[in-house]
């Protein structure tokens, strides 16, 4: 399951957003710094209007949508690499996610302290990578130095020290580990350290409602920062999200498009992060169940198929697959089959987007 950590300095919109997005968290989202002591964790269904058009032609009993873990870790602060506020623990639970949301806020309220005295995102998301940037210095250096020993006899402790040596290099300069480079032998050698500044980040711009179509000058600076480090922005308004939990689906629709913007915040998210870490969904369908999957863009058919069970993987023998467009347009798989749509595809076959697959194994 796709992991996210959603990070920010206290008081620009974590918890609340947290809450609106996993509605029945029990996050507290109050005016005061470090409300969120653990780091809470709530399980969303990825929204996905293609299900209930697979399901009804399929007769579906039951419709399972693929999910997203949002992880909302408390406020950091300046320092916390150091262990100021309560940094230690919550770089920990950092380096345990795929992806970083990073709210900053981009909005003025008199009623909500800054932490830092006044609207600057920019500064506050320089605030942030800095942390994580030192934090990541301080473990790359502890592994380097149990390397030591290693390196006269182990190439492979060689490799992880070369790579090391490249990421400390641009981290001391202050980039990030995800600005480095790394070839297949010594990806996973670094992998295993969870370097903060290895995650691809997607900068959550937190506006007032006026400001949600539109945007504003805050929203701006934080786009040039995100194009400058290849990272993905949404714009969201954690308050409007808050209030679009309280309200049905006609009403949710109807205030959305009174604000001027066609999906609420959570799926600009998850499509954001979608693109982001090149992931593709595709489909099951049966009477039993129509189900979503996620894998990596790339992926073959068996290894789609072992994302459902291992066994899957290794006694493949073919998928039947069409893709979703067709498949509505015929109505049936059986109406697809007889146009030529439904296709019997090997072991090379990559997955495409949408595609409605069913698998073919041995046991």
Known sequence: MLKAGIVGLPNVGKSTLFNALVANAQAQAANFPFCTIEPNVGVVAVPDPRLAKLSAISGSKELIPTRVEFVDIAGLVKGASQGEGLGNKFLANIREVDAIVHVVRCFEDDDVIH????????????????????????QIEKRRDRLKKQLRTSKEAQLEDT?????????????????????????????????????????????????????????????????????ETVRISAQVEAELVELGDEERDAYLEGLGVSEGGLQSLIAATYRLLGLRTYFTTGEKETRAWTIHAGMTAPQAAGVIHTDFERGFIRAQTVSYAQLLEAGSLAEARNRGWLRSEGKEYVVAEGDVMEFLFNV
């Open 115 to 138: 932490v830092s005295g006044s609207v600057d995102p920019a500064r506050d998301a320089e605030v942030i990578n800095l942390e994580l940037g030192l934090a990541d210095l301080a």
């Open 163 to 231: 790579a090391l040596g490249r990421i400390q290099a641009e981290l001391e300069a202050g980039g990030a580990a995800r600005n480095i480079a790394l070839n297949e032998e010594e990806e996973p050698l670094v992998r295993l350290l969870g370097l903060m500044t290895a995650k691809p980040i997607i900068y959550a711009t937190n506006v007032s409602e006026d400001d949600l179509a539109g945007g504003n000058g805050w929203v701006e600076q934080v786009a040039e920062l995100a194009a400058k480090e290849g990272a």
